[in-house]
């Protein structure tokens, strides 16, 4: 928590980042004047350091805040709620300002119609993008109660005060709700004066979850549980070959099955519909399909693709003279080579939606990161007004990142259209493995010249990867102009270590697949191969993991006193230079994820062949601190997240398949797998950053070269296997 008693900063605003989004985009026009390579280089720098702000319809207090009649108070979330902990941190902002105690306060996702909705949850920057929004809105909110209440009394506004929801002056009092009810009209105030940090009573303190009751009753908050009068089950069927596309179908034996109500084949869509679920797969499992299939695709096939030398590359770090540097002397650099695979986002809750469409509105129950492009296409497919498309958010069963662009919302609309009923539509678990948006497999070349005296002259960093973000956002024109998307693939791409001569590429390839965003997105790859090239130069150097990297570190912005003082507590708080105990292997990887630091240390034993992660130390330096209890849970679970891809995931393509068809071939850890995980928050920051995603990125480095610390092997690829 900040120490200083002094007016937050606010994230930059939406003016600042249009402006810097058009420095972007006017970059690409003189692109065609100037040369693509420093341009391009200017757009991803820039890029890396960006603030996303939220993107959201409103700021009218009325519409995020609603005072119910027991005097509680309904804050309707912009975001979505995806396990991440953002409902709790919106509530204790909004008490703060509001002058209510946190028991009072209850939050409900907003609609696309009776809220503010941003355009889109992800990136980590939910907290840190409303931080001052929310608060501001809370403010301006409990003003107009004091207005109000003022103007019912016929007293100064200023001798209204407000506590625990209760406004009075002199022997007068009302509760919020009382005042609320009594108003016909309200007069909106220039926004107020936040409240300086020595005033909070909840923010930096610990609270508990406040959806916490609700999923331990087993309340029906996800898209999946829904349920509404005569409600119909649908499945859809999709191919189960990559790029398959339907040859034939013969669908009568489907249409006999007990409680089938109908097949619908309409253009590319063809679905069963039924009583229920039970129904729908008995039904799809009988229809008889044939595919067309262009190829059938192999494992080797996909890492082909993707490696360095393959594709389009683009240079989006360039200081000194690394490349020529290296090239010079080429037959003593030291050079290593890693792979990550293509992954699944495994959630527990499928894909899917509940759509009710009646004659000119439609509802659509789901739970997705990105709510107005989903409406604007579920609007589109029924041929409706934007305005008459309702998107009723609900919890996300896991997101990381799987919950945006692709859903069935769509289909799923269609299909209530054609029926004249609500359907809920969700996918199999053979479908969400065979049909999805998959984590791409990525490829790293790393080179370095090390000097006479142990120093790092010049290093390089070249990745392939093929795109997560840009074109399926932007377009292919976007692609093609920008040459890679450095915004998401390869994000994290970059050196961060002071060396005089570095430089970095990212090579764009294509896989016949859709790939996406998966949780920390090519910060993840990008920092397993990164820190355990570095790891690999501690070690060649014969230097101290930690002490190198404080070497290369250390300066006089204040990112570099951020990074000293993480790798300093993580030193002392992991017990470092403790003498380790008989079997146990230690490594360590730091990375920074858009101003948030963070950095593991793992310990590890081996067990018949087998790693076992022992006990995880992470320190973090996300910013301010709102609920530190919130940012303990999110980097534990990080940290598992991080576990299970080091030593587990990874698909399987077969035949033009995706092998990996359940959880049966796509091992991830268990409770049998949980270390025991420190989690250290460094505080002493004006404003938070994102918590979500950096803790991820380098649990896997730590690990690998904590198996190298106690085996003497270099595991170069993901998963990390001895054998």
């Known amino acids: 928590m900040a120490t200083e008693d002094k007016p ?5 605003s939406r003016r600042k980042f249009l402006q810097r989004g058009a420095i972007i985009l006017g970059s690409t026009v003189v692109t065609a004047y100037l040369g693509r390579g420093m341009m391009r280089r200017y757009a991803a720098q820039t890029v890396e350091s960006l603030d996303f702000p939220s993107m959201i319809s409103t700021y009218q207090p009325d519409f995020w805040f609603e005072v119910l009649p027991d005097n509680t108070i309904l804050l309707k979330s912009p975001k979505v709620e995806m396990g991440q902990g953002i409902f709790t941190g919106f509530a204790m902002l909004a008490a703060e300002e509001l002058e209510v105690p946190l ?10 119609l009776k809220g503010p909705v941003d355009m889109a949850t992800g990136g980590s920057n939910s907290t840190s993008s409303l931080f001052i929004p929310i608060r501001e809105v809370a403010a301006t909110m409990r003003e107009m109660l004091k207005n109000s209440a003022a103007r019912q009394w016929g007293v100064a506004e200023s001798s209204v005060t407000a506590q625990n929801g209760v406004l009075s002056s002199g022997t007068k009092k009302m509760t919020y709700a009382e005042v609320a009810r009594s108003t016909q009209q309200w007069d909106i105030p220039k926004t107020p004066v936040l409240k300086p940090v020595s005033s909070f009573k909840y923010v930096g303190k610990e609270a508990k979850r406040v959806d916490l009751k609700a ?21 859809i069927l999709q191919s189960p070959y990559i790029g398959g596309t339907l040859k034939s179908i013969n669908t009568k034996e489907a249409a006999k099955s007990a409680d089938v109500v109908k097949i619908i084949e309409e253009k590319e869509l063809v679905a069963v519909v039924a009583k229920n679920r039970y129904a729908a797969e008995t039904a799809l499992h009988k229809i008889q399909a044939e595919w067309d299939v262009p190829k059938k695709w192999q494992q080797a096939d996909f890492e082909e693709i993707v490696t360095v030398g393959k594709g389009n590359a683009v240079n989006v ?6 490349e020529g540097i290296l090239e010079k002397n080429k037959e003593s650099t030291f050079r290593q080579e890693y792979r990550t695979p293509m992954a699944a986002h495994a959630h527990m809750e499928p894909n899917g939606s509940v759509a009710h469409v009646e004659k000119d509105k439609a509802t659509v129950t789901i739970g997705t990161q990105m709510p107005s492009m989903v409406k604007g296409t579920v609007a589109k497919a029924i041929d409706l007004d934007d305005d008459k498309v309702n998107l009723e958010l609900a919890y996300i069963g896991g997101g990381f990142g799987r919950r945006g662009l692709v859903n069935n919302a769509s289909q799923a609309a269609l299909i209530s259209k054609v029926i004249g009923k609500p359907v809920h ?15 791409p497999n990525t490829h790293h070349v790393l080179e370095a010249k090390i000097g006479k005296d142990g120093n790092i002259e010049a290093i390089s960093h070249n990745q392939a990867t093929p795109d997560m973000v840009l074109e399926s956002m932007a377009g292919t024109a976007a692609l093609s102009l920008f040459g890679s998307d450095f915004v998401s693939a390869g994000h994290g791409a970059s050196i961060l270590y002071n060396i005089k001569n570095k430089s970095t590429a990212v090579w764009q390839t294509k896989l016949p697949v859709i790939t996406g965003i998966w949780r920390s997105v090519g910060m993840f790859p990008n ?19 930690i002490e190198l990297r404080l070497e290369l570190l250390k300066g006089n912005e204040k990112i570099n006193e951020r990074y000293v003082k993480v790798l300093e507590t993580l030193k002392e708080k992991s017990g470092w230079k403790t003498t380790k105990a008989t079997g146990i292997g230690r490594g360590v990887a730091i990375c920074n994820d858009r101003k948030t630091i963070s950095a593991v240390m793992a310990e590890i034993s081996v ?12 320190v973090i330096d996300a910013g301010f601190a709102i609920n530190p209890e919130g940012i303990r849970q999110q980097v534990e679970g990080a940290t598992m997240m991080g576990v299970t891809a080091a030593l587990y995931e990874g698909l399987q393509v077969k035949d033009g398949q995706i092998a990996t068809t359940n959880f049966h071939r796509y091992p991830m850890a268990m409770l049998s797998d949980t270390p025991d995980i420190e989690v250290v928050i460094v505080e002493g920051h004006e404003e938070p950053y994102g918590v979500g995603e950096p803790p991820l990125a380098p649990v896997a480095p730590a690990i690998a070269a904590a ?17």
């Not at 397993?528 to 993991?545: C, Q, R, V, W, Y």
């Open 215 to 235: 999923k331990v009753l087993g309340k029906p908050l996800f898209a999946i549980d829904k349920s509404v009068p005569d409600m119909l089950y649908a499945l």
């Open 425 to 439: 539509v969700f996918n199999t678990r053979q479908q969400e493995f065979q049909n999805s948006v998959y984590r």
């Open 707 to 723: 198996v190298f610390d106690l085996t003497g092997k270099r595991l170069r690829t993901l998963p990390l296997k001895l054998t």
């Open 103 to 112: 028991s009072q306060m209850r939050v409900e996702h907003a609609s696309t």
């Open 8 to 12: 937050m900063k606010k994230k930059f």
């Open 607 to 618: 067990v018949d062949n087998k790693i076992q992660v022992k006990k995880v130390t992470q």
């Open 317 to 322: 770090q360039k200081q000194g003279d690394a």
């Open 527 to 545: 920092t397993f191969a990164i820190e355990s090239f570095m790891n690999e130069l501690a070690h060649k150097t014969g230097k101290d993991p």
